[in-house]
């Protein structure tokens, strides 16, 4: 068994920046096989992804609207995630879920995930 613990959400103007943490706890964590990622959900939407990253090999993937804005990293000796967002929108206002899979094929797909935080809140103000 996994689990996540999701940190570092809050109010942020339209420009700011927030980074987002997330502690994994468990023995059952790989860090060979597992992915770990980013989703977010605003009211009334369904849960979207935001962005991914391999743990073993570090390689990353996000969606195209955070791009060039928000960065995700990996510490291997803490075993926790981080999302980096920076220049945030009105648009990015959401909670923001942290998951983990092993050997997810396509790290977009939410039912690649076995393991959720409860979410950590975002809200950007104009």
């Known amino acids: 068994q996994l689990r996540l613990v999701e940190s570092g959400g809050g109010l942020v103007q339209v420009g700011g920046s927030l980074k987002l943490n997330c502690e994994v706890f468990g023995r059952t964590f790989n860090r060979y096989r597992n992915t770990v990622a980013w989703f977010r959900q605003a009211p009334g939407k369904e849960r979207v992804f935001v962005a991914s990253i391999r743990w073993e090999s570090g390689t990353t993937a996000y969606e195209d609207s955070v791009k060039g804005r928000f960065t995700i990293s990996r510490d291997n000796a803490k075993l926790t995630l981080e999302l980096q967002m920076n220049s945030l929108k009105p648009e990015d206002t959401a909670t923001y879920f942290c998951?983990?899979?092993?050997?997810?094929?396509?790290?977009?797909?939410?039912?690649?995930?076995?393991?959720w935080g409860q979410g950590t809140q975002v809200t950007v103000s104009s």
């Open positions: 998951a983990t899979g092993r050997d997810v094929v396509s790290t977009p797909v939410s039912s690649e995930y076995d393991y």
